[in-house]
Nanobody
Framework: QVQLVESGGGLVQAGGSLRLSCAASGRTFSIAIMGWFRQAPGKEREFVAAINWSGGPTYYADSVKGRFTISRDHAKNTVYLQMNSLKPEDTAVYYC?????????????????WGQGTQVTVSS
């Protein structure tokens, strides 16, 4: 099993920045892809960004491309989401997720492990 713990959420004004962290523990050697998803009140959980755990390409939702950056520190078993130029519509609970198999990265149903979520609130 893999355990994921997010941190770094909070309240920020529009145009500001936040960096989310996701620390993984347990059978981290099984992870193929790590992703970030978010869920706003009354909305479905949506894909934000993903990265191959071993390195390589990154993937972003169109709504965050150019503003958010996903990265990972293999030595620390940690994935980051740097969020710049935040907008009120970015307000949501952000979840870190991991999956053991490669392939489709944007479908939350295919992820095996989930963190507890961290709240991000962007005020206008």
């Amino acid at each position: 099993q893999v355990q994921l713990v997010e941190s770094g959420g909070g309240l920020v004004q529009a145009g500001g920045s936040l960096r989310l962290s996701c620390a993984a523990s347990g059978r981290t050697f099984s992870i193929a892809i790590m992703g970030w998803f978010r869920q706003a009140p009354g909305k479905e959980r949506e894909f934000v960004a993903a990265i191959n755990w071993s390195g390589g390409p990154t993937y972003y939702a169109d709504s965050v491309k150019g503003r958010f950056t996903i990265s990972r520190d293999h030595a620390k078993n940690t994935v980051y989401l740097q969020m710049n130029s935040l907008k009120p519509e970015d307000t949501a609970v952000y979840y870190c997720a991991g999956r053991d198999s490669s392939g489709t990265f944007y479908d939350n149903r295919l992820y095996d492990y989930w963190g507890q979520g961290t709240q991000v609130t962007v005020s206008s």
